[in-house]
T-cell receptor, first 115, second 108 residues
């Protein structure tokens, strides 16, 4: 595709449910990033993949958050036992090179609401 | 870690006016990007500008890396320019650090 795509665009979950958010990066992009954006704030880093390797997960807020990119392309962010504080927009970004040295391109995001 | 500050936080303009948005950062950087987040939440890339000056239509940007700031200029603003403008940067690591954004409202 022409850009980064994410699905679903909107997700409503009851507290305690598990959710899975998908990201399709731009074809051939080595790096993939997940960010979390709370209402009225700028995006904040969650985790980073270089191809299939998860090189940095320092931004994941708890062990309920888990991300994978098994074949170095599509990535899934999973949140177990969702809590109300997990409500946010989850953004995925990709870039050509490794190490954050090149321009990052963002998907449209998944807006998660936990009731 | 690096700190990114944007000013002003809010800006209200009449259509046709010009504006300057500022981004200050606390240390030397590897990457600097300007984004426009539209009302639907999509982050649109405006400029990738670790240093120097670039122009794209009515928008231009300048980064003075040695003085740790970047400026985004919007000329002849239009209502479609409304939204939140973010500056984001990183160092030798991977993650972009975002400022809190400037919310621009352009009225006709």
């Amino acid at each position: 595709g022409a850009g980064v795509s994410q699905s679903p665009r909107y997700k409503v979950a009851k507290r305690g449910q598990d959710v899975a958010l998908r990201c399709d990066p731009i074809s051939g992009h080595v790096s993939l990033f997940w960010y979390q954006q709370a209402l009225g704030q700028g995006p904040e880093f969650l985790t980073y993949f270089q191809n299939e390797a998860q090189l940095d997960k320092s931004g994941l807020p708890s062990d309920r958050f888990f991300a994978e990119r098994p074949e170095g392309s599509v990535s899934t962010l999973k949140i177990q036992r969702t809590q109300q504080e997990d409500s946010a927009v989850y953004l995925c970004a990709s870039s050509w090179t490794s190490g954050g040295a090149s321009e990052q391109f963002f998907g449209p995001g998944t807006r998660l609401t936990v009731l | 870690g690096i700190q990114v500050e944007q000013s002003p936080p809010d800006l209200i303009l009449q259509e046709g006016a010009n504006s300057t948005l500022r981004c200050n950062f606390s240390d030397s950087v590897n990457n600097l990007q300007w984004f426009h987040q539209n009302p639907w939440g999509q982050l649109i890339n405006l400029f990738y500008i670790p240093s120097g000056t670039k122009q794209n239509g009515r928008l231009s940007a300048t980064t003075v890396a040695t003085e740790r700031y970047s400026l985004l200029y919007i000329s002849s603003s239009q209502t479609t320019d409304s939204g939140v403008y973010f500056c984001a940067t990183n160092q030798a690591g991977t993650a972009l650090i975002f400022g809190k954004g400037t919310t621009l409202s352009v009225s006709s």
